[in-house]
């Protein structure tokens, strides 16, 4: 339905409305989507918590937002959770910087998470994902989002930070918190995630092994710049805090091969259409469905359609990665399909720094699963939580069938 709006400035603007709180729209945002994106490339949201806020439908013009530096990410952008005073230095992330203070940071960690880095790293993550396989049944219903998909990001990020194996069960909690994004829990994290990140940082100075922290200390020596104390900490919180993605790209991609059989029996065919299924697989059922609101300094006009100065304005990232002008028959899932600019790890300067090793953790434990469970089949429905901004599943049951 087109409807017009009255911005906090005056402006009269006819776009479509979607209704977030309607359980319909919630259960297929895609198709929710479609229609409007087809009427105009901006549409008005209304959301549960929030204030009513604008949000681009089309590939082109997302691309062009995202990479648009009038429209800013700052402290507006995030809900702050409540922590002690002296873990507040290190909430304000390189997320929500915005210019030359964000190309500072980035250019400095950059090279820790090259393609050619998370390809080293990955053997490292392969015997991860054994290890966790090796504890679940076989033969007998499990839920692959508790067991599996869920605790991996963090185990991975064990290894990259350097933390002791007597210290990760606690970690693993702090995971769990994390990616529940709210609650009494998720604050108590912070502040213990902090101190394991002081720890790590002062061990790889003392000795450097080859984790990301000491990755981060040498890179950062020898650009001739150097990470501050509470930069290094606050990248470690950032990497926790992002890092948990893959748990949903994972068992979203579990779910979607699941539900497309021909398509999961291409995979197991041959193994290396991985690296273009794990790219449908982003474009398909990425997590982020929605990007962080970013705030214009002035009014900008998008696709023909003005967004006053300081008014909320997100990426609909599962619309654009559904665009029929840029993906040929956008509603059919195709291991194959190239190539797929899709949006799943965002675009321009706020571009996901570590989407090399989300690629090469979601390619390795989708490849193991396959391997060594060629029988692996559905055990129960595998139901999306109605969330607007992330496509994640309340859990995952299969039942892991092994050859022979």
Same mark, same amino acid.
């Given at each position: 339905?087109?409807?017009? =709006?009255?911005? #906090?400035?005056?402006?009269?603007?006819?776009?479509?409305?979607?209704?977030?709180?309607?359980?319909?729209?919630?259960?297929?945002?895609?198709?929710?989507?479609?229609?409007?994106? /087809?009427?105009?490339?901006?549409?008005?949201?209304?959301?549960?918590?929030?204030?009513?806020?604008?949000?681009?439908?089309?590939?082109?013009?997302?691309?062009?937002?995202?990479?648009?530096?009038?429209? /800013?990410?700052?402290?507006?952008? %995030?809900?702050?959770?409540?922590? *002690?005073?002296?873990?507040?230095?290190?909430?304000?992330?390189?997320?929500?910087?915005?210019?030359?203070?964000?190309?500072?940071?980035?250019? +400095?960690?950059?090279?820790?998470?090259?393609?050619?880095?998370?390809?080293?790293?990955?053997?490292?993550?392969?015997?991860?994902? #054994?290890?966790?396989?090796?504890?679940?049944?076989?033969?007998?219903?499990?839920?692959?989002?508790?067991? %599996?998909?869920?605790?991996?990001?963090?185990?991975?990020?064990?290894?990259?930070?350097?933390?002791?194996?007597?210290?990760?069960?606690?970690?693993?909690?702090?995971?769990?918190?994390?990616?529940?994004?709210?609650?009494?829990?998720?604050?108590?994290?912070?502040?213990?995630?902090?101190?394991?990140?002081?720890?790590?940082?002062?061990?790889?100075?003392?000795?450097?092994?080859?984790?990301?922290?000491?990755?981060?200390?040498?890179?950062?020596?020898?650009?001739?710049?150097?990470?501050?104390?509470?930069?290094?900490?606050?990248?470690?919180?950032?990497?926790?805090?992002?890092?948990?993605?893959?748990?949903?790209?994972?068992?979203?991609?579990?779910?979607?091969? +699941?539900?497309?059989?021909?398509?999961?029996?291409?995979?197991?065919?041959?193994?290396?259409?991985?690296?273009?299924?794990?790219?449908?697989?982003?474009?398909?059922?990425?997590? $982020?469905?929605?990007?962080? *609101?970013? =705030?214009?300094?002035?009014?900008?006009?998008?696709?023909?359609?003005?967004?006053?100065?300081?008014?909320?304005?997100?990426?609909?990232?599962?619309?654009?990665?559904?665009?029929?002008?840029? %993906?040929?028959?956008?509603?059919?899932?195709?291991?194959?399909?190239?190539?797929?600019?899709?949006?799943?790890?965002?675009?321009?300067?706020? %571009?996901?720094?570590?989407?090399?090793?989300?690629?090469? $953790?979601?390619?390795?434990?989708?490849?193991?699963? +396959?391997?060594?469970?060629?029988?692996?089949?559905?055990?129960?429905?595998?139901?999306?939580?109605?969330?607007?901004?992330?496509?994640?599943?309340?859990?995952?049951?299969?039942?892991?069938?092994?050859?022979?």
């Amino acid at each position: 339905m087109i409807k017009t =709006f009255k911005s #906090e400035t005056g402006l009269m603007i006819d776009v479509p409305e979607i209704d977030l709180t309607d359980p319909a729209v919630l259960l297929d945002l895609p198709a929710a989507y479609a229609p409007a994106r /087809e009427k105009s490339p901006v549409v008005r949201l209304l959301a549960p918590g929030f204030g009513p806020f604008w949000a681009v439908t089309r590939h082109a013009e997302a691309r062009a937002v995202l990479s648009d530096p009038r429209l /800013e990410i700052n402290s507006g952008s %995030f809900m702050r959770p409540d922590v *002690p005073e002296h873990c507040r230095p290190y909430m304000r992330t390189m997320s929500e910087m915005n210019g030359s203070e964000h190309t500072r940071l980035r250019r +400095l960690v950059a090279p820790a998470f090259t393609p050619r880095k998370a390809a080293e790293f990955g053997p490292r993550i392969e015997a991860v994902v #054994e290890r966790l396989l090796d504890a679940l049944p076989e033969r007998t219903p499990a839920d692959l989002l508790a067991g %599996f998909s869920r605790p991996l990001p963090m185990e991975v990020i064990c290894e990259l930070v350097g933390i002791p194996a007597a210290d990760r069960p606690s970690w693993h909690e702090y995971g769990v918190a994390v990616a529940a994004g709210h609650g009494e829990a998720f604050g108590a994290a912070i502040p213990a995630i902090i101190e394991g990140a002081r720890a790590a940082i002062a061990a790889a100075r003392a000795e450097p092994a080859g984790n990301l922290v000491s990755d981060l200390a040498r890179v950062a020596e020898e650009d001739g710049d150097r990470l501050s104390d509470d930069e290094l900490v606050t990248m470690v919180w950032l990497l926790v805090l992002a890092g948990q993605t893959p748990a949903n790209l994972i068992a979203n991609a579990v779910a979607t091969l +699941l539900a497309h059989p021909a398509q999961l029996a291409a995979l197991r065919d041959d193994p290396g259409l991985m690296p273009r299924a794990v790219e449908e697989l982003a474009r398909w059922c990425t997590p $982020q469905i929605m990007t962080v *609101p970013r =705030f214009p300094r002035e009014d900008v006009e998008i696709g023909g359609v003005t967004v006053p100065k300081g008014e909320p304005v997100t990426v609909s990232v599962a619309s654009a990665n559904r665009d029929p002008r840029v %993906f040929d028959e956008p509603e059919r899932f195709d291991l194959t399909r190239e190539p797929a600019p899709h949006l799943g790890f965002g675009h321009g300067a706020h %571009f996901c720094v570590g989407a090399s090793l989300a690629r090469v $953790q979601t390619g390795v434990a989708l490849g193991v699963l +396959l391997r060594r469970y060629p029988g692996m089949e559905a055990a129960g429905e595998a139901a999306y939580l109605p969330d607007p901004g992330t496509l994640r599943l309340a859990s995952l049951p299969v039942t892991l069938r092994p050859a022979g």
